[in-house]
């Protein structure tokens, strides 16, 4: 029996799970994708990675450790659950992200120098960007666009509603805390609370309404320009389509050919052109600004209810202590929703964003009561 340190070991168990929990995830997109062939690139990303896991349990064995049994870890049940119920594509970009974040890590394992696992991990990555690509009809399409400023989430629908959850949270706790601090009246906190749910929560939606429309209509004038185009100067619309076919590592004799076909039906010249030149969906462009509107108020709303429900049924100090206790819970679990992402610990994420939403409130309340005292 090989002797290795404790580090070592506890770095095996790492990869391990690492590993179960991509296979799971792999697994459960591919029950769920309506598409057989991804299905089916979903299904060989499984059984890689179950592969890696059989890697890591050998090293874990043979240095007398016992690998257990084979588990998803709570953020791996969570995208699990996910997915069961919203899609493979809902969860696509956050599997995505994390294989290209540890797209490397085993190139400096020397356990792994003399087998395929890092370039299968490296293709891993390439195989799920391409997949980002694809056009498809996932669901959560719509909930990906919420919250205008959260959109460099790389389109990750459930990062969008957690954060878009988060805003009202933070911004109505703020104010409750600032007009209690003001003010000993259940009934004029309580109000003023609604309000500034309400107030965010239309603000939050027109700003996406305004956004989504906004994208359309540029979209639409980027397609009427590159129509006048096709229509006037056909040949030169070719011959870009053919740049872009090689571009792909279609062959030139073969990429002119299929320009040429692509010409004669205008229709999917123009279709081919806004996905690649444009980098638009014809289909969608920029999906429904109504329906972005209502997750956004929808998301807002839920986040900003927190603070207000305990002045709903108590009053006084009571209702006060209640709404820091609720809104501190549920900022806990937001930081601690974030770690599915970032998977960073849950007690430093979910500590932290605890630690800054209370800070905010702690500092409205005391503008609130230095106003409240001045204004007598």
Same mark, same amino acid.
């Given at each position: ?120 991990? #490296?293709?891993?990555?390439?195989? @799920?960007?391409?997949? $980002?690509?694809?056009?498809? %009809? +996932? !669901?959560?399409?719509? *909930? /990906? &666009? ?105 062959? #030139?004799?073969?990429?002119?050919? @299929?320009?040429?076909? $692509?010409?004669?039906?205008? %229709? +999917? !010249?123009?279709?081919? *052109? /806004? &996905? ?101």
């Amino acid at each position: 029996m090989t002797i290795v340190s404790d580090a070592d070991l506890k770095r095996y168990r790492t990869n391990r799970q690492d590993e179960i929990d991509s296979a799971a995830q792999y697994r459960a997109m591919a029950d769920v994708e309506p598409d057989e062939g991804v299905a089916r690139i979903y299904r060989e990303l499984a059984t890689v990675e179950e592969k890696h896991v059989g890697f890591w349990e050998k090293l874990i064995a043979e240095r007398g450790g016992d690998p257990g049994p084979r588990k998803p870890s709570w953020r791996a049940r969570v995208l699990l659950w996910t997915a069961k119920r919203f899609g493979s594509r809902m969860i696509l970009p956050t599997v995505a992200q994390h294989e290209a974040a540890g797209h490397n890590d085993y190139a400096s394992q020397d356990e792994t120098a003399h087998t395929r696992m890092t370039a299968q991990e #490296r293709s891993h990555t390439r195989v @799920l960007q391409s997949l $980002l690509k694809r056009k498809t %009809g +996932a !669901a959560g399409s719509e *909930l /990906a &666009r919420v919250e205008g400023r959260h959109r460099n989430v790389g389109g990750n629908a459930l990062r969008a509603a957690v954060l878009g959850a988060n805003d009202g949270l933070c911004s109505n706790l703020a104010l409750v805390m600032g007009v209690a601090g003001a003010t000993t009246s259940s009934q004029l906190i309580l109000v003023t609370g609604l309000a500034g749910l309400l107030a965010g929560a239309c603000s939050m939606a027109l700003g996406e309404w305004i956004s989504v429309t906004s994208s359309r209509e540029l979209a639409e004038r980027e397609l009427r320009i590159e129509a006048d185009e096709l229509a006037a100067a056909p040949e030169e619309e070719r011959e870009e389509l053919e740049l872009i076919y090689q571009a792909k590592g279609v062959p #030139r004799a073969e990429a002119k050919q @299929l320009s040429q076909r $692509l010409l004669d039906d205008q %229709g +999917a !010249a123009l279709d081919v *052109l /806004a &996905r690649e030149e444009l980098g638009i969906d014809p289909d969608e462009l920029g999906g429904s600004a109504k329906v972005a509107a209502i997750m956004s108020f929808v998301l807002f709303a839920f986040g900003a209810l927190f603070p207000v429900i305990p002045f709903m049924v108590a009053s006084g100090w009571s209702a006060v202590i209640a709404s820091v206790v609720l809104s501190g819970l549920a900022l806990f679990v937001v930081g601690a929703a974030i770690t599915i992402f970032t998977g960073r610990s849950v007690w430093v994420s979910g500590g932290r964003q605890l630690a800054l939403g209370l800070a905010a409130a702690g500092l409205t309340y005391g503008l609130g009561r230095v106003l409240g005292v001045a204004l007598g």
